[in-house]
């Protein structure tokens, strides 16, 4: 206590003064030293200008796309999932893969508008609104299938608890109805927080547009947004809680599909560590997809001064981080199967590289998962946006392997020999998987076309001039103004 | 209040020149007394609501209640059907209070399903929103407050509201743009 009177007068001075520059500068996040207009005009203006060309050809081949796996879907619920190459020991395949996979990708979406939130992650700001775009639209994905798996869909609303002239209810113990609950919850939250943060962007549109049609229905959704304080401290506190409230949520989801699993007495699914593999894995692969739609996006929209190579070396960062969580879960799995000395787990795993699907192992877990992300330890690869692409498009692709190695692997050869069977997908199945790729690449150009794909009122704030305490340069001599930044 | 040609005053307002200016500003108009005010800003001004006299926004109660209805609503929503109306015991689990271990997934997620509703629309109600229009919207300045505009509008029905005061105080605080902004 002696020494503090004498320190902290000197401590305050040097804080006060302006003329200090911290020892460490960060770099900024926005390049260039941006303004707030120009923010804006870039910004809203990727909406504002006429359709371009390229978004055309693009919507109509993803569109195509879409619409042809619609059609696939329809066959099915027409005919009966027999269309699917489903059969006794393989119950579950190519459905709950892509449910899973699909799923998966939302959290991402999730982890960056709510957890990096609460960790005060400012960086997050320059993506969070396409990567929430992203998690609605993968969710729509995945609800597809676990829909139209239950074969009637028209019986689909026996998943709901609601009183029936039959007197039956649905069974709350079971995890298939907890993850309608947690799907649904999940799909709602994430549009309720997207939405709130888009309301003072959809202000923005409303301002700017001369056309009267668009003036009403960004006006319409912008619910008279006006940008007042006495509205901005309500909204903050909504948006931290809705944050705090998404965290556990997203936690909560993938944990809960992985009781799907994890609950049964299938062996290589019946293990303790998939609620936090499962999440670790769908982080993992959905900062794959948040890149790999966000690298084409700032080269389109000359984005580049707002999503800058820290941000891609940040998601890189997490990617290297999760996928190392990943491929510890893998090896951990195969270590439990030996240490537990059940032969059912041990045969399971041996077969899982060696078995009828052995290249799905080799290829998809373990270079795609487990050794290309390892590429990130190097700021080089970090940093050029090929090898970054490369990594992302892997990953994509390993994670729906895992998640058939995991479904169909623990399926197709479990206790009894005589029982044993192989998946082979029919084109139904293969085009419904694709019709969803279509489906959710056109909805986030449809997002892209209407919307503000980064969140201007967010991004604003990690500007210097933001601050209610920054110094002008003609306040002040000019070191001040850039102490915070390194040019 | 109206002014010489009939139009009503909804109150006066200034533009200023950034955060900082605009942060300022909001320490002296709560210092001068003025109760019925705002500040206009395209983002969250980090500190604004201490500057300005608010306290901390007591949303977090109302999401509170929220979660604990979401909580409430699913106890009965499990306990009812799986323990009174159908009774039946499935993969061994009993269907009395013993059960309840199974049943916290859904529990949770009805608290936060809740939870989310209550903030999302405490935040629109206690901002009153939705609405459709706004005097601030008279002034065609007040476009840019969703761009890069900085505004404080003090309103007429402040009791402490005098014209000339308010005027002054406003070019004082280094407002720009003094400007009566009229009710419709």
């Not at chain 1, 870039?42 to 006429?50: C, K, L, N, T, Y």
């Not at chain 1, 799905?360 to 050794?371: A, C, H, I, P, R």
Request: glycine share 8%; aromatic share 18%; proline share 6%.
């Amino acid at each position: 206590m002696d020494g503090a009177p004498t320190t902290a007068p000197e401590v305050i001075a040097g804080e006060a003064s302006p003329s200090v520059r911290p020892p460490l500068a960060r770099v900024p996040l926005v390049l260039n030293r941006r303004n707030f207009d120009w923010v804006t005009n870039r910004i809203a203006g990727a909406v504002e200008g006429p359709t371009p060309r390229w978004w055309w050809v693009s919507f109509a081949i993803t569109g195509g796309i879409a619409a042809f796996g619609l059609i696939c879907l329809g066959y099915q619920i027409s005919t009966g999932v027999g269309v699917w190459g489903l059969n006794h020991p393989v119950g579950w395949a190519w459905d709950i893969t892509n449910f899973v996979f699909w799923i998966g990708i939302g959290h991402a979406g999730t982890l960056i508008s709510a957890i990096l939130y609460l960790l005060r992650q400012k960086w997050r700001t320059s993506i969070n609104r396409s990567a929430e775009a992203m998690t609605l639209f993968a969710v729509i994905c995945a609800a597809i299938f676990p829909g139209v798996h239950v074969g009637r869909v028209w019986m689909a609303w026996f998943l709901a608890p609601v009183p029936t002239q039959y007197g039956i209810w649905p069974n709350f113990r079971s995890p298939l109805l907890w993850d309608v609950f947690a799907v649904s919850t999940y799909f709602t939250v994430s549009v309720l927080f997207w939405y709130t943060g888009l309301v003072p962007d959809l202000a923005t549109l409303r301002d700017r547009t001369t056309s009267k049609v668009k003036k009403f229905l960004y006006g319409v959704f912008a619910l008279g947004w006006r940008g007042s304080n006495r509205n901005w401290r309500h909204y903050e506190m909504a948006y931290l809680l809705l944050a705090g409230l998404s965290t556990p949520l997203v936690l909560s989801v993938h944990s809960v599909v992985s009781f799907d699993f994890a609950t049964s007495v299938i062996p290589s699914w019946h293990t303790a560590i998939f609620p936090p593999y499962f999440v670790a894995g769908a982080i993992f692969g959905g900062f794959a997809m948040v890149l790999t739609l966000m690298i084409p996006a700032r080269a389109i929209f000359k984005l580049q001064d707002i999503i800058t190579p820290q941000h891609i070396d940040k998601m890189a960062k997490i990617i290297l981080l999760t996928g190392s969580f990943v491929a510890y879960a893998y090896a951990m799995e195969f270590f439990i199967a030996w240490y537990s000395g059940n032969q059912y787990e041990k045969f399971a795993f041996y077969n899982r590289i060696f078995g009828p699907y052995w290249w799905y192992w080799w290829v998809g877990m373990l270079f795609f998962n487990m050794l290309s992300p390892q590429l990130f330890w190097f700021r080089w690869c970090r940093h050029n946006i090929f090898v970054v692409y490369f990594v992302c498009m892997c990953v994509n692709a390993g994670m729906w392997f895992e998640r058939f190695i995991i479904i169909v692997g623990g399926l197709h050869r479990d206790f009894l020999p005589s029982s044993w069977g192989l998946f082979i997908p029919t084109w139904v199945d293969i085009w419904t998987f694709i019709g969803t790729l279509g489906i959710f690449t056109s909805l986030f150009l449809i997002f892209i076309r209407f919307l503000p794909m980064i969140a201007m009122s967010e991004v604003k704030i990690v500007l210097p001039e933001a601050d209610p305490h920054h110094v002008t340069p003609e306040q002040h001599h000019p070191v001040a103004a850039g102490g915070m930044e390194r040019t | 209040m109206k002014t010489p040609y009939g139009h009503r005053v909804y109150g006066i307002a200034a533009e200023y020149p950034s955060a900082a200016a605009l942060y300022e500003a909001a320490k002296q108009v709560r210092d001068a007394g003025f109760k019925r005010w705002d500040v206009f800003s395209p983002f969250p001004i980090h500190g604004m609501d201490d500057a300005m006299g608010l306290g901390k926004s007591w949303l977090s109660a109302v999401v509170l209640c929220g979660g604990l209805t979401g909580l409430a609503t699913a106890c009965i929503l499990e306990f009812g059907p799986s323990s009174f109306l159908y009774p039946l015991i499935v993969h061994g689990k009993p269907y009395n209070f013993w059960t309840v271990p199974a049943f916290f997934p859904i529990m949770f997620e009805l608290t936060i399903l809740f939870s989310a509703f209550a903030a999302f629309f405490a935040w629109q109600i206690m901002g009153f929103l939705p609405r459709w229009n706004h005097p601030m919207f008279n002034w065609n300045r007040f476009k840019r407050v969703t761009n890069d505009g900085f505004f404080l509008a003090i309103e007429a029905r402040d009791p402490r509201f005098a014209e000339n005061e308010v005027l002054a105080l406003l070019e004082r605080t280094g407002g720009q743009h003094v400007t009566v902004v009229h009710e419709e």
